[in-house]
């Protein structure tokens, strides 16, 4: 009988779902394990590596596409540094352009806080049926768009 741990402990160890390694191994991200007699995955250490690799590079932001990139990378060795430093770089440069676009949202959401909290003070006996002109922003904004892709 083939020597091994079973999926569930290996879900155990990695923290990772039953699912998603079944879906690591069916889109070839980790080679498929021996099977026991009775038609159970059993992992070695090197497939339990595989899968913490990959758990990493995701935690570093790389796609599954990129990670299939560096475990190639890891395992052929030879020059693989500079190809690697050129996939950090242009993660790096994603993240950076992430970053411009989350910090351009958190000032538009300060903005329209700020006008909501100045418009509820400044309306504070108003009727309830009356609009938040920040809903009527949106829905003017939506009604620009909608136009201009008609």
């Known amino acids: 009988m083939a020597q091994g741990i079973q999926i569930g402990k290996v879900a155990e160890q990695t ?3 039953i699912d998603t390694i079944r879906f ?8 498929q394990p021996a099977r026991s007699e009775g ?3 059993l992992f070695t250490d090197v497939e339990i590596k595989d899968l913490l690799f990959i758990q990493k590079a995701q935690e570093l ?5 990129e990670i299939k990139q560096l475990s190639i990378l ?3 060795h030879d020059h693989a540094c500079s190809q690697v430093r050129n996939l950090l ?4 440069r994603d993240v950076r352009e992430k970053v411009t676009q989350l910090l351009r ?3 538009e959401l300060n903005k329209a806080l700020r006008k909501c909290n100045r418009d509820l003070r400044s309306h504070q006996g108003s009727i309830h049926g009356e609009c938040c002109p920040v809903l009527e ?14």
């Open 15 to 17: 923290r990772l779902s």
């Open 24 to 31: 690591y191994q069916k889109i070839g991200l980790v080679k």
């Open 39 to 41: 038609g159970f995955r």
């Open 61 to 65: 932001g790389f796609s599954l596409t």
């Open 74 to 76: 890891n395992q052929e």
């Open 89 to 92: 770089k242009s993660k790096l």
């Open 105 to 107: 949202l958190e000032a």
């Open 137 to 150: 922003a949106l829905e003017r904004e939506s009604m620009k768009t909608g136009s201009r892709r008609s």
